[in-house]
């Protein structure tokens, strides 16, 4: 291939010509010629090749142009061929070669001459030029990491400017860069300051400190190793990283966080936003804050495209929200305290007792019932969904940086323009915050909170009151199964009792026509008031007044369609009625005749209760001694309760069911006998679905409840499921209730069925481990020993208990171990465990109690009269030795086979009391 440049012009096809050979193509296998005559006579009549050193300056002729490189032929060095590139590095766009021709002579410089390889030439460089790199190359070697000390002003360069810094260079080995948060004192928002730096700017700049270039960490000035180093610089006059100067690794993140509290305001700049909702905001060089997206602004209209209102590199100005964990949580719409207005986010609906909302990136709280509306409806959570946004207002915070926060959606406390025009009328619900507001005689509306069979209905008429409403109060007429007629979070009117110390509320309809006839009174002078001042008001109103926005109408609709509330429970039940036992005309007419019985026997009651008062105050009884009987008789009567609970009889369809859980949703005995209906089918799915909504029905409070449910789960899946999803199911309740009385239940069903193998897993990997401190996991692992028959290992268990557990509960321990020797071991060894706890502690009534009955139930009758003879020769307070000589009279009694005995013992007795009494 000869290319055009290197060709005789006045060739034609089939001429032979002589050519040079100066270069080959090893990949497509072509020959380069040069055929130029003149050059081929040069070749031919050339001398013989000199040596080339390498940096050697020599004169060539270009012999050919290739694509990327050049042909040069050296006649001083006998006509040695050299390759020059056409482009010296990527960013040559142009080349130093762009105007260069086949003929043309050039200097060049020798890069590489070795034997057998090309011999490589770059372009010469002009005096210029070569002094130029000389005087950089000095200067460049002026300055190393050694030479530079923290603190220094230096000059820099700038290489680059990025959205959150400045690359800058200091020298050829002193490579750095300056952060944007160091660039300025005074930065201003909304606004980059890196907008005023171009490429090749010469700045003056501080060093303070040094960074990794990979991991970019404070490294010590002590760092010998500066191979990844980069200097970190700074232009503000009063730089934020201050003590590097010591020498030592810093955690930057913590002491700048350290210096920061709740509330106050700092600037920052936008480093990155996220799809999880959070604006990553840097305010030093190694510390970032998180923005959560909802405290970015109180508009609605912001939040909806929250994410394109951000830029990198802009600056903002924040609050700091809080400091915990070493984390740093930023605001834009201030600090949350009380009165704080702000856009929050439904995260579930809690049934009786409101809306659950996430208010940051680490706050929660609670809007109560009470605090949804202004009027009360019966089901105001029917309408939240979880995502919705709701603008609401912080009304308690319990702890500092709103860890627990109480919030209001009331229209009163939200909106300014609510509040301008309806402000004046009267709120349906009015706001209670404390029992100060509370006001005796009046009528309020609430939500049921709570239930209890012994103390009544506690009801919430404010965000943190509620009152009680005794069984009695409840109402006029006696109330056979009321429990099923106050689910959680029902709507109710009350009639306010006692305001202080606690608030004490009544259903009755006596009680709350007394409070209607009240507030007729109250709202009778409330309306001459309103009418005078609106008669003054006319007078200055423009006449635009008439106008209302949308805002103005849903509040007049609210105040016009007030929920239908009901009064307390009363004797006359409809249709409505949820109860499940009252069925028919005859069940409700015995239960008329009931609680007129019921009526008539409560008032002869209250009448012999006045005589006995009366008569108990002429004989000067105190006032102790009738509340005591009351609350006897107040026991009697939930006794009473339960007992005729019991005895009614157990649903046997899926509709009773279902009535039945209706009526007692927190009851776990309601739902074990569901499941056990559903196994009595032969259902284990539906039983195990019923246990699982058991779990999520019954109140998050009543703890025991659930973990009862929780046994009869661990019962079915043992019984009817894999050992894997016992375990699986039983670290699911461990997550939700008390880890160690989760396990201690799966411990019993093993036991129970038998399964040691598996028990003894459970013993030694989870409760003997992480619960080892505990006194039950210790008494109920040696129980489970002893009823397996391992004896030894039951017996080897009590050292370690007593060497794990604290001294104070050493003697319960060993009673136990001795209790179990008595019924499964030997006998012997658990009398000298007693013997041995008696020495320590001769005077300890319930030892001796424990021991005693143990002997007497062994059946060794000499052994126990022994035992109780030196009880009753001991000397201790005389209330404790009656004790002693009562068992012993008892004991001679039911065993004594001789009457002299029994003598003998009561002798001693009177002997003992006369003794007593002549010592007093």
Not at 121 to 131: F, G, R, V, Y
Not at 192 to 221: D, E, M, N
Not at 472 to 500: A, C, H, I
Request: net charge neutral.
């Amino acid at each position: 291939f000869v290319p055009k440049d290197c060709a005789e012009e006045e060739v034609s096809c089939g001429d032979s010509v002589p050519g040079v050979v100066v270069d080959y193509e090893a990949v497509q296998g072509l020959y380069i010629l040069n055929t130029k005559q003149e050059f081929v006579r040069e070749v031919e009549g050339g001398k013989r090749k000199r040596r080339l050193e390498e940096g050697e300056e020599v004169e060539g002729r270009v012999v050919a142009l290739l694509e990327t490189y050049l042909v040069v032929v050296l006649p001083d060095k006998g006509y040695r061929f050299g390759f020059a590139p056409r482009r010296m590095n990527i960013n040559d766009t142009a080349g130093y070669c762009k105007d260069v021709a086949v003929g043309d002579t050039r200097k060049f410089t020798v890069y590489r001459a070795r034997k057998g390889k090309r011999v490589l030439l770059t372009p010469a460089a002009d005096a210029e030029e070569k002094e130029t790199r000389k005087r950089k190359r000095s200067s460049d070697q002026d300055i190393k990491f050694d030479d530079i000390k923290l603190g220094q002003v230096y000059p820099v360069t700038v290489k680059s400017v990025k959205a959150l810094q400045l690359n800058v260079q200091l020298s050829r080995k002193v490579q750095g860069r300056v952060h944007i948060t160091e660039i300025t004192d005074s930065p201003v928002p909304g606004a980059t300051p890196l907008a005023a730096f171009k490429h090749g700017q010469s700045l003056s700049a501080t060093l303070v400190g040094f960074r990794h270039s990979k991991t970019h960490r404070y490294l010590p000035i002590t760092r010998t190793d500066y191979t990844r180093s980069l200097g970190e610089f700074s232009l503000r006059s009063k730089p934020s990283v201050q003590n590097i100067a010591e020498g030592q690794k810093v955690d930057e993140s913590r002491d700048f966080i350290s210096t920061l509290n709740p509330g106050d305001t700092i600037n920052g700049f936008v480093r990155s936003v996220d799809s999880n909702g959070f604006v990553w905001i840097s305010v030093s060089p190694g510390v970032e804050g998180r923005l959560w997206y909802l405290l970015t602004s109180s508009e609605k209209q912001e939040l909806d495209d929250w994410e394109g209102r951000f830029t990198v590199g802009h600056c903002l100005s924040a609050t700091v929200l809080s400091t915990r964990d070493n984390r740093l949580d930023l605001s834009l719409v201030g600090a949350l305290e009380v009165g704080r207005k702000l856009w929050v986010k439904v995260s579930g609906v809690l049934p009786g007792i409101g809306v659950k909302v996430q208010v940051s990136a680490r706050d929660w709280g609670v809007v109560p019932m009470t605090e949804i509306s202004d009027t009360y409806t019966k089901d105001p959570l029917a309408h939240f969904s979880e995502g919705a946004l709701v603008q609401a207002v912080v009304v308690e915070m319990q702890e500092q940086g709103g860890k627990r926060l109480t919030l209001s959606l009331r229209r009163s406390r939200t909106s300014q323009r609510w509040k301008k025009n309806v402000g004046s009328k009267k709120v349906v619900n009015p706001v209670i915050n404390n029992s100060e507001d509370v006001v005796v005689g009046s009528v309020y509306s609430g939500y049921v909170k709570s239930t209890s069979p012994t103390a009544g209905v506690y009801v919430a008429i404010g965000h943190s009151v509620t009152g009680r409403v005794l069984l009695k109060n409840m109402s006029d007429n006696f109330l056979k199964n009321w429990e099923p007629m106050f689910p959680l979070g029902k709507l109710v009117r009350v009639y306010v009792l006692q305001s202080t110390p606690k608030v004490e509320l009544s259903m009755k309809s006596s009680d709350l026509k007394k409070g209607a006839k009240k507030e007729e009174e109250t709202r009778d002078e409330e309306d001459v008031q309103t009418c005078l001042d609106d008669m003054l008001m006319e007078q200055f109103q423009d006449s635009d007044s008439d106008v209302m926005d949308a805002d103005d109408v849903i509040a007049e609709e609210e105040e016009e369609t007030v929920g239908e509330v009901e009064d307390g429970p009363r004797i006359v039940f409809s249709s409505e009625t949820k109860t499940g036992d009252i069925a028919s005309n005859a069940v409700i007419r015995d239960s008329m005749l009931d609680a007129e019985t019921q009526e008539e026997e409560s008032e002869e009651e209250e009448e012999e209760e006045a005589d006995k008062t009366e008569s108990e105050q002429i004989k000067g009884k105190s006032f102790e001694k009738r509340e005591k009987r009351r609350k006897k008789e107040a026991e009697e009567a939930a006794i009473r309760q339960i007992e005729t609970r019991k005895t009614t009889a157990l649903p046997e369809t899926r509709d009773e069911f279902e009535r039945e859980v209706a009526g007692s949703p927190d009851s776990s005995s309601t739902w074990v006998c569901y499941m056990a209906y559903w196994l009595g089918l032969s259902n284990v799915d539906k039983a195990r679905a019923t246990a699982r909504r058991a779990l999520d029905t019954i109140n998050y409070r009543l703890e025991t409840e659930k973990l009862n449910v929780w046994s009869a789960l661990f019962n079915l899946e043992n019984s009817f499921g894999t050992h894997d999803r016992l375990l699986k199911c039983c670290q699911e309740a461990a997550a939700v209730n008390d880890g160690k009385a989760v396990f201690l239940r799966l411990a019993a069903v093993l036991e129970k069925s038998g399964k040691y193998q598996e028990l003894e897993e459970v013993y030694k990997s989870v409760l003997l481990k992480k619960y080892k401190q505990s006194r039950k996991v210790w008494t109920s692992y040696g129980t489970s020993l002893a009823v397996q028959g391992s004896l030894d290992q039951m017996r080897d268990t009590l050292p370690r208990a007593l060497k794990t557990l604290g001294k104070h509960k050493h003697i319960r321990v060993i009673c136990h171990f001795a209790q179990l020797e008595y019924k499964f071991g030997d006998r012997n060894k658990g009398s000298t465990m007693f013997e041995n706890i008696l020495n320590s502690y001769p005077r300890r009534l319930d030892l001796w109690s424990l021991y005693i009955d143990k002997t007497v139930a062994a059946g060794d009758v000499e052994e126990s009269r022994l035992l109780l003879d030196r009880a009753v020769s001991l000397k201790l307070p005389a209330k404790k030795m009656r004790f002693f000589f009562k068992r012993y009279v008892d004991f001679e009694t039911a065993h004594g086979a001789d009457e002299s005995h029994l003598q003998s013992v009561r002798k001693r007795a009177r002997e003992y009391l006369e003794a007593a009494q002549d010592a007093d």
